[in-house]
């Protein structure tokens, strides 16, 4: 499998982690020091993601539009538009980005940084 391939699995496997409440594969993939800036702007570390993940997601569903995915060395930025609706029926868009760098032959997401843009 292509390296951008690997990582576009990853990407697909990240937003159905968070749709399931998929702790477990966050703690896998997702680097000790990882931070997310979440769309409301707080900044969560690996721990307080985890917490965030288990309470579970405000959305239904998620669709990727949108991925590009750049390499640099050791380091893949993935940067993505999804469109979503969420459990209580509202429908919207995020944009994300999220970088991978490599640990050993696979992986890790060391940042990720979501907005949702006003409607």
């Given at each position: 499998?292509?390296?951008?391939?690997?990582?576009?699995?990853?990407?697909?496997?990240?937003?159905?982690?968070?749709?399931?409440?998929d702790?477990?594969?966050?703690?896998?993939?997702?680097?000790e020091?990882?931070?997310?800036i979440?769309?409301?702007?707080?900044?969560l570390?690996?721990?307080a993601?985890?917490?965030?993940?288990?309470?579970g997601?405000?959305?239904?569903?998620?669709?990727?539009?949108?991925?590009?995915?750049r390499?640099?060395?050791?380091?893949?930025?993935?940067?993505?538009?999804?469109?979503?609706?969420?459990?209580?029926?509202?429908?919207?868009?995020?944009?994300?980005?999220?970088?991978?760098?490599?640990?050993?032959?696979?992986?890790?997401?060391?940042?990720?940084?979501?907005?949702?843009?006003?409607?």
């Amino acid at each position: 499998m292509s390296q951008e391939n690997h990582i576009k699995q990853l990407n697909e496997q990240y937003v159905r982690a968070s749709l399931e409440g998929d702790v477990e594969w966050y703690r896998r993939y997702l680097t000790e020091d990882f931070i997310c800036i979440d769309s409301d702007g707080s900044v969560l570390n690996k721990a307080a993601f985890l917490d965030q993940t288990a309470q579970g997601s405000d959305l239904a569903s998620y669709n990727l539009d949108e991925v590009n995915i750049r390499f640099y060395g050791d380091v893949a930025l993935v940067r993505a538009t999804g469109s979503w609706k969420a459990k209580n029926g509202r429908p919207g868009v995020s944009r994300y980005t999220d970088i991978y760098v490599r640990s050993g032959d696979d992986w890790r997401v060391v940042s990720a940084q979501i907005t949702r843009p006003a409607a």
